[in-house]
Each structure stands twice: as C-alpha cells, then as structure tokens.
C-alpha cells in the first residue's frame, strides 16, 4: 500500500465520525420540519369545527320543547291522534332531558357552572311532575292541557340558558384548543431551532477534538521518543520477554550489561541472563513461566537472585517483573537491578549488629561479674550481722550493728538499682500476679525505715483511706520496690519534719474501684517546678546539697519504669521550702471471696525444718563460714567444700538432704559441678540443689535449671530466706517436672492467647490425654491404627503446651503402632502414663502458683 493510500486511510477514519454527525444533524431538521406541517394542518382543521355534540343536544331540546307545546295548542280540539302525538313529544323531550342530565360527559362538561347544572336538574324536576298528568287518562290530561302547557312554556328561559352556556363552553373549548396547538408549535419551533443549534455545536466540538487529537498524536510522538531516552538512560537493565522465553526487547544498559549485541540469529533467552540460587545453594535458571509465576505472587521467591553479567559473573539482582499486551501478545516486562552494592552495605550492617550485640552480651557479662563481685562480701556482711542479732548485746552494741545492717542493705538497694534499671529499660522485668495485703505490705516498708527516718528526727505516719483497702490482686514484689523508693527518697531529704502515707481505692472510667492511689508526702526541701519535669530521669539528682545525700539517682527512675510495666501513673507536686508530695496509681483490684496465694509486705515467722544433713559448697570462706553458722544454730549438720571438684567428690560419697551451691567458683564452677553431681550415679545424684548466684536474668535462671538445679537465690542470703530454703519443696520434683515440661513454652502461650482460651487449651489436652489412657491401658493389637492416629494428634497437642517429655514417648509409641509392633508399644505405655503423670503434677503446681 502506499503512502498516500495510507495517508488517505487514516483521514477517512479520522472523519467518520464527523460524516455520521452530518448525517443524523440533517434528519433531525427534516423530522422537524415534517412534525411542523403535521401541526399546521391540525390547526386548520381544529378552526373549522362548527359543533359538537354538546351544542347539537341542546339545541335539539329546545327543537323538541317547541314541538311539544304546539302539540299541547292542538288540543282546543282533541282527536286521539293529537293525544297521542303529546304523549310522543313528551317523551321525547324527557328522554333527551334525562339523557342530558344522567350522561357523565355532559356533567363533566358543565362541572365549572353550576348555573347551567341547576338549570338542568329544575328542567328535569319540571318534567317529572308533567309526567304525572302526561301518565292519566286522555280525558284527564286533556284537562290538565293548560297546566301542561304552561309548564312546557315555563321551560323555554332554562332551555335557552343552557343553550348559550354551551355555545359558550364550546367557544371557551375551541380556544384552548388553539391556544394549546399554538404553544406546541411554538415549542416545537424552539426545539427545532435548539436541536439545530446544538447539532452545529457538536460538529464544532468533534471538529476542534479531532485538531486536538492531532497535536496530541505528535506530543505521543515525542513523549516515547523521550520515554525510549529515559530508559535507554536507565541504570536499570530492562527486558521485554515473549511466553516462550526469548527476549523481544531491549534498553541500552541491558544490552550493556548482559552483553546481547551478540553476532548470529539466535534469540537471546531469560534464562540466559536470569538465575535463582536455592535454598540448597544450588543455582538455576529461571524461565519465563516462572517468572510469570513469581510476578503474580504464585509461587515462592527464591532466596536470591542472580544474573549473569556480560564477563560471565553471576551477581545479586533485584527483579520487579509485570504482565502487558504488546499487540496481540502477552509479554513481561523485567526491570533488573543490581544490588552487589546494597547486599555489601546490608553485610557491613549486620557485622555492626554483630559488633553491638556482643557489646550488649559483654555487658551483662560485666554486670553480672560486678554484681557478684559487690553481693559475695555482703552476704558474708549481712550474714555475720544476723547471727550477731541472735547473740547477747549491750545497748550501745545493738545501735552499732542496726547502723552496720542498715548501711549494708543501703548499699545492696544502690546495687539492685543499678541492675533494676538496666533490666527494667531493656524491658527484662516481668510481673508475678499474686494476692497480698497491701497494708501490711505498706506497715512493713515503715516499719523497715522506722529507724533511718528517726535518724533525721523525722516521723512517719500511716492514713489508710476511709473503706479498707484489703487484699488486692498484683505483683506485691514490684508495688513494694515502688512504694520503698518513693518512701526512702522522702526520708533523704527531710530533716527534723514530718512523711505521710495516705492510700485509698478511687473510682477511674474503664477501671471501676479497681485503681489504687498512694500517696507520700514530706515536709522536706521541696523541688523547683522547672524541675519536676525531669525528677523521674535516670541518675537525676537536684538537690543543692545531693552530693551530701546518699544514693544514685536511680530510685524515681526505677520506680517510674515499674509504674508503667504495671499500667499505673506517677506524679509529683512540690513547693520549694515546703515539700513535696509524690503520688502513684495503681491497677490493683480487690481479690474478694478468690483463693490464690497470698504475700503480705512483712516477714512471716517461718518454723524451721527438721535437722537436715546439708553439703554447702562456697569459695568464699567468710560466706561459707556465715552459712555454716546460720545453718548449724539451726540444728543442722553442715560438710564444707571449698570449690566445685571437691563438692562433686562429697556429694558422690555421701549421700546428702540438701546441697547448697556457689555459681561463680574458681576452677570447676557451680554449673559444672551440678552436672557432674546429676550425671555421676553418686549417693547425692537425685538430692536437692539450691544455687546461690547474682545472676538473676531470666536466661542464667534457664541456663542454671537446664543443668539440674532445682531452686535458685540470690545472694546476700539472709537468715529468714535460708529459712524458707530449707523449708520449701524438698527431693528434686521441681527438676523432674522442668524435664517434663519446657516452662517457656507454657509461659509464651498463656501470653498469647487469652486466659479463657488458655484454660479451655489446658482442659482440652487434659481431657484427651486421660481418654487417651484408657484406650492404651484396653486396647487390643487389632487397634494399632487408630492408636497410632491418636498419639500422634496427642503428641502435637503435648508439643503445643511444652510438655517434650510426653511428646517424646508418644512419638516413640506411633512408631511402634505404626509398624505394627505391639510389643514395642506395650513397653512404651508405661514411658507415656509416667510422662503423663509428671505433666499432670507440673500443670496442678503450676495452677497453684498462679
């Protein structure tokens, strides 16, 4: 074809439309035209009307009244035919009277004169009574001639009445006839004209469309040629590729990149250039199905992307990949990125991540060591004033060892600061729910700064609200540590004045009466109001004389951090040279009628235990020397070993009630000994073993039971908490019931889920297992198949709660019923009720303790 003839094909496309306007323009008008002369003619024929039938019956009713009275005159003389002639006039008359007045169209016609209506009724009314002397015999209605006759005449006004008010109404009709065909008209004529008008408006508009489409076809022109600039400029490597693979197109850094300028027919393929490398680490090519598949979302992406430069290496790429229609085919677009920079900066990333978490590990380690290092020489400190406490002491004796144990537990509070605000950013701390009497928590804490209080001279005094608080429900640990530092810090800073507790349940919206408000005030220095704002900060100490007060500016801090790990608030108000008063709010509702355990904020009187035959294995002679004592007033019978090889070698000779362990030893340390102990058949392998450590993370107290110890303190270990060591659960069930179950996970789901849901989960396994035991304690060898179905639903719901031990020995039992070795499954059974019975037990403790 040529380029004219195309030319000329493209234009008689363009114009089509505009020919079609045309067209339908000039058929409007000529339907116009034609409606136009259809109307006129209309209205010729409309004027021409000389009556209707409206007019044509009243003028035939005066037609017939006439007639009737004339037949009347002719009665001077009477012959039968002129009597029967007034009958027929009469009821003609009647009739086209009744008719008029009973016909629907009539009355609808005269519906807006009610002259012409009243007219016709007395006309018909009239009638009515002529009827009756028109119905007598003819010698009779030949004598009531003259009251005929006057009443027949007496019609003559009405008829003629009715007669000009339809002329009337038939004029009034005419001229809204013509009127409204007039208006038509005229409506048409305007329709007309506005339709024409419109049609030249629309070829005026298809016309300037058409001039624009035109420069809009050269702005498309150039818009791709800068479009192919802009990608040929590109940094990225784009590839257009065809269903069977081949690439159809190309940019310049593509062709650059992957070298496709390449010599010879041969199509260049995607899976030329495109690789993934497996997870196996193994490297494939990638063809265009699957990079389809991957740019819809159907299939799993690789972990890494490759493709093959132009000298052969394979380097990592990022591929953004979507279908398009190219004519009448489908293709992909492939934009292709190379990101060996970014993967180069992600790997210097992670070896700075790397770097900042052992950092962060040679950290804890340092706080660890330090914590040690600081608690071992306290606990022999405080210890040895224990035991001094139970000797006999002169007056001035006892003052000296209440300052000597109060500037102990002084510098263990400096200690636990540091470690609680370091765990407590790093949202370490967790809470332990628990019921305890928060007035008796609160007459403990005063009780425990009574004699630092009148140290100052100051008093303190206890205002509990005007409904008792009672028992409420929290973490009485937390509330404590919150409560003694707000105390402790008002104690610092006055002298010679007054400290107020005031506490009472307070209504909030959303919480009811379960908020608590605790308040503490002092009569002390006071705090400027610029600084209030930052009086619960880190190490922030603001008083002009701070340096003389004892502390580390971590108490408010700390106590800020518990408040909203628990959802409570703090505040301060203060007036300098006054004092100030500290608030806090607490979510703690009342426990009511609920039985839970119970911790109040006092020391209980603690009954000792029977004398037990206990191993203490401590580096530190002072410590083992307070330990030994402690235990032996007791009653106790103490074998000392001064490092972990000589308390593995005691513990494997003799057979012991308790082992009391150091964790940090020199040489063999507390950890390995404990193994050794566990694992070494001696007479002490099953005995309880208590560590003593300053490691108090949640990971060493894991790592610590991990390797068989069944209890955990933390040192300085005070008289009444080795008394409640010795007290609590004995033998090595807890360590037996940690085997059987991995707290962790426990702990984890009962976070998750809700505790509804929690405790149905629970109930629901307990359900299944017990079902599960009587099926393996009466099934027969013909069952092996169901039995195998049913541990192995028991062994994923076993692995769900964390019991590993159970799931252990119901996977062992599947395998048995499912190779069809009854004997095998048979010596199971008694692994998975022991199993059983150990997870039971660990699940009732834990329901106990929660």
Avoid at 56 to 83: C, G, M, N, S
Avoid at 499 to 521: K, M, N, W, Y
Avoid at 630 to 651: F, K, R, T, Y
């Amino acid at each position: 074809m040529s380029a004219f003839a195309h030319l000329k094909t493209r234009l008689s496309r363009r114009n089509a439309p505009l020919v079609l306007f045309g067209v339908l323009s000039l058929a409007c008008m000529l339907a116009t035209a034609f409606l136009a002369f259809q109307v006129y003619f209309k209205l010729d024929r409309y004027g021409s009307a000389a009556h209707d039938n409206i007019e044509w019956t009243l003028a035939q009713l005066e037609v017939d009244q006439v007639k009737l009275a004339r037949a009347l005159d002719r009665l001077d003389d009477p012959a039968p035919a002129d009597i029967h002639e007034v009958r027929l006039r009469f009821d003609v008359l009647y009739s086209r009277a009744t008719t008029f007045m009973s016909s629907g169209a009539y009355r609808k016609a005269f519906a807006d004169n009610s002259m012409a209506l009243a007219e016709v009724e007395a006309m018909c009314a009239t009638l009515d009574d002529m009827a009756a002397l028109i119905d007598l015999d003819d010698a009779q209605m030949v004598a009531a001639r003259s009251a005929l006759l006057h009443a027949t005449t007496s019609l003559t006004p009405s008829i003629r009445r009715l007669s000009s008010a339809g002329i009337a109404l038939d004029a009034a009709r005419a001229d809204a006839e013509r009127t409204s065909l007039t208006t038509t008209l005229r409506q048409m004529t305007v329709i007309s004209l506005l339709m024409l008008a419109a049609m030249l408006s629309l070829m005026w508009v298809l016309w300037r469309l058409n001039a624009l489409n035109h420069r809009r076809a050269l702005q498309n022109r150039a818009t791709l040629n800068r479009l192919s600039t802009i990608l040929n400029t590109s940094g990225d490597a784009i590839l257009v590729v065809r269903p069977d693979g081949s690439v159809a197109e190309t940019n310049d850094t593509a062709r650059r990149t992957f070298d496709l300028d390449r010599p010879g027919d041969a199509p260049v393929r995607l899976s030329d250039i495109l690789l993934a490398r497996e997870t196996d680490g193994s490297v494939s090519p990638i063809d265009s199905s699957r990079l389809q598949a991957l740019s819809a979302g159907l299939c799993k992406a690789p972990p890494q992307l490759l493709a093959r430069a132009a000298d052969g290496a394979l380097v990592p790429v990022e591929v953004s990949a979507n279908m398009a229609m190219r004519a009448s085919d489908a293709v992909c677009v492939c934009f292709i990125r190379d990101i060996s920079d970014r993967v180069a900066a992600e790997a210097e990333v992670q070896a700075a991540r790397d770097k900042a978490l052992s950092s962060e590990r040679a950290k804890a380690r340092f706080l660890g060591r330090s914590s040690h290092e600081m608690r071992t020489p306290l606990h022999g400190i405080l210890g040895a004033l224990d035991l001094l406490d139970g000797t006999r002491l002169s007056k001035e004796q006892v003052r000296y060892t209440a300052i000597m144990k109060s500037s102990g537990q002084l510098l263990l509070n400096q200690i636990n600061d540091a470690l609680d605000i370091a765990r407590s950013d790093g949202r370490q701390l967790t809470l332990r729910e628990a019921a305890f009497d928060l007035e008796a928590l609160i007459d403990g804490i005063v009780t425990g700064q009574q004699a630092e209080a009148e140290a100052n001279g100051t008093s303190i005094r206890v205002l509990p609200g005007r409904a008792p608080v009672g028992e409420v429900l929290g973490d009485p640990d937390r509330v404590q540590q919150v409560l003694l530092n707000l105390l402790s810090n008002a104690i610092k800073f006055t002298r010679k004045g007054q400290i107020t507790i005031e506490f009472s349940r307070i209504a909030s919206p959303g919480q009811g009466t379960d908020l608590i408000e605790v308040q503490v005030a002092d009569t002390g220095i006071g705090i400027d109001e610029q600084d209030l704002s930052r009086i619960f900060d880190d190490f922030v100490r603001l008083s002009p004389d701070a340096s003389r007060v004892e502390g580390t500016g971590l108490g408010l801090g700390i106590a800020r951090n518990l408040v909203t790990l628990m959802g409570g608030k703090i505040g301060a108000e203060s007036i300098p040279g006054e004092g100030s008063l500290f608030w806090v709010r607490l979510p703690l509702p009342g426990v009511g009628d609920r039985i839970m355990d119970r911790k109040t904020g006092s020391d209980r009187p603690l009954k000792r235990s029977p004398p037990l035959d206990v191993l203490l294995v401590e580096d530190n002679a002072a410590n083992r020397f307070v330990l030994g004592e402690m235990l032996e007033q007791d009653g106790h019978s103490v074998s000392h070993a001064q490092d972990g090889a000589a308390g593995v070698s005691a513990a494997n000779a003799r057979r012991f009630d308790l082992i009391i362990m150091d964790i940090s030893m020199p040489g063999m340390d507390g950890l390995e000994a404990t193994r050794r102990i566990r694992h070494g058949h001696g007479l002490s392998a099953d005995t309880r073993i208590v560590a003593l450590t300053a490691h108090v993370e949640r990971e060493a107290s894991k790592q610590l039971h991990d390797a068989g110890i069944d209890d955990v303190y933390t040192k300085p270990l005070r008289l009444a908490d080795l008394r409640r060591l010795l007290t609590s659960t004995g033998a090595s069930d807890t360590r037996k019931a940690r085997e059987a179950i991995d707290p962790s996970v426990t702990d984890e789901l009962c976070a998750i889920l809700p505790e509804e849901q929690f405790i149905r989960l629970i109930e629901g396994f307990r359900t299944e297992g017990e079902a599960l035991m009587r099926v393996l304690s009466s099934s027969g060898p013909n069952d092996l198949e169901t039995i195998a179905g049913r541990l192995h639903r028991f062994a994923g719901a076993a692995a769900t709660i964390g019991a590993l031990e159970l799931r252990r020995a119901a996977a062992r039992a599947e395998s048995a019923a499912h190779q069809g070795d009854a004997d095998a499954l048979a010596k199971a059974v008694p692994d998975i009720e022991s199993a059983w019975a150990a997870t039971i037990d660990w699940l009732a403790a834990r329901n106990r303790a929660a």
